[in-house]
């Protein structure tokens, strides 16, 4: 766990700050304990662009809250700002969100920017408690009951039912009888902190700035490679190794990238401007693929060709020939390999002599070979002539700080193949980071593109996600008793007729009710009514 000292940068912070918490212990020189930097501060001084300064500027002692006392001003005029226009105004004009209970924890107001961050709307909500947003799987947990529990201000971050993460800063207001009579809640969204985190990661990022491509049709741009933190070793060693001939194993799952480091390394060599060549040995039947590899005579075996035909190696030859699921390579053919990787040297099937290639070898599979050694299923002086350097290149869910980088690339290439110009959510950013891509890298990629091609607005959200991704939204819908069913029906064809005649007459017109009944209500259900004019 990294610890934070005073003289740290935000930007440094920001990178180390961990996922989920609202708060850090910071340190001086000496490793005493001076404050905290929360997440609030932190994200504070990111929009102040204080990205160089240190941390010591955003520290808080957690001093318990002072004044939190309201001796002078009556509860009926806070009651009545709450309600008024101006009330309205000044927090819409907000960017963060505002969310105002009395001091039961019932909801009096949200403002615009909270509907914006959660996506709960006002007719959900103005009126209920507390209690029941939790009850149904809105929010994760309330800050405005911490508050008025503890009498004090209260930080806390919440899950909403959409997948977003919000952090949460209820203060209490007292009464000269020091009862909580209101909460102010101000509401920031910490996915926003999170995205500027991985932009700061994933400018730091090395990609490598080679546009060079592959001969033949096994071509990769180089430009296209993220190296998040996880792999810059990775590919550190392969640029070192790629100026040898070393074999070379690379181990790992399924579309982790085996193959395009393989590629990687043979760009980065002296044998790039010949061939680089990759044969699945699993994907062709165990009595071809010794012809494959070191091809034949003439009449070697029924069916062959008359003239012959040359194998892989010598096609290959002064170039690099990726192997991959070499675990799947027939045990008699093991010996055979054996002795090109010894000597360079192979026969063609039929034949007696032996042929000299200069081939550089980079195999790769997802199984574990040493226990496929220990099984006997694989030679164990091939292993290890073929395991001089060894990749254990991590799955995708162990290079979260990748994720991000690598969606926004594939974005950018399949907006450009479709003519496209689809962008991502923050929330659904930070919901595929913490996906656990069970096809990696190819499957990232898949799902880029079957996003730009199958959505139809420009902004993908987390609703845009395939059902085997999708966070669960509002589990508890369908919990409802009927009562309450009907009950929030009625208060949304309300709030809708409402918003679209503006007076209670028109409104009670339309929905075939008379106008006290509506009145009547609006009032049960805490709408306000104080623009009617009839
Ligand atoms: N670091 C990376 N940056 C960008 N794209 C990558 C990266 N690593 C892999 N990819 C892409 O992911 C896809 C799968 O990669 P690759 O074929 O190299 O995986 P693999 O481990 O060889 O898979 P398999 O074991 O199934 O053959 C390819 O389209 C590749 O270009």
Known sequence: MTKFYSDMTVEEAISCFPIGSTEVEVLDDSEDFIGFLTIEALSAAVQQSDLTKPISHFITVNAPLQNLRNYSIPYDQFQAFFESDLCRVVFNALYDGVYITDGDGTTLFINQAYQRITGIREEEIIGKPMSYLIEQGMISVSASLDSIRTKNQVTLTQRIRNGRKIIVSATPILSPQNEVIFVINSVRDITELIRMKYTIDSQKLSFQPISQLLPGSEQVNLQEIIIGPSTTPLFKLADKVAKTDAKILLQGETGVGKSLIAKYIHAKSSRKEKIFLELNCGAIPANLVESELFGYEPGAFTGSLKNGKMGIFEKVNGGTLFLDEIGDLPLELQVKLLKVVEENKFMRVGST????????????????????????????????????????????????????????????????????????TPECYEWLTNYSWPGNIRELASLAERLVVTTYDDTIDLSNLPSFIQPVLSKKTTTHSLKEAVSELERSLILNAMKKYGTTRAAAISLDISQSALVQKMKKFHMRLENESN
Do not use: C, W
């Open 353 to 424: 002599e032996m042929k000299e290639v200069d081939v550089r070898l980079i195999t790769a599979t997802h199984r574990d070979l040493a226990s496929l050694v220990q099984e006997g299923s694989f030679r164990e002086d091939l292993y290890y002539r073929l395991n001089i350097v060894s990749f254990e290149v991590p799955p995708l869910r162990q290079r979260k700080e990748e994720t991000i980088p690598l969606l926004e690339m594939y974005l950018k290439k399949f907006n450009e193949k479709y003519n496209e110009k689809k962008k991502m």
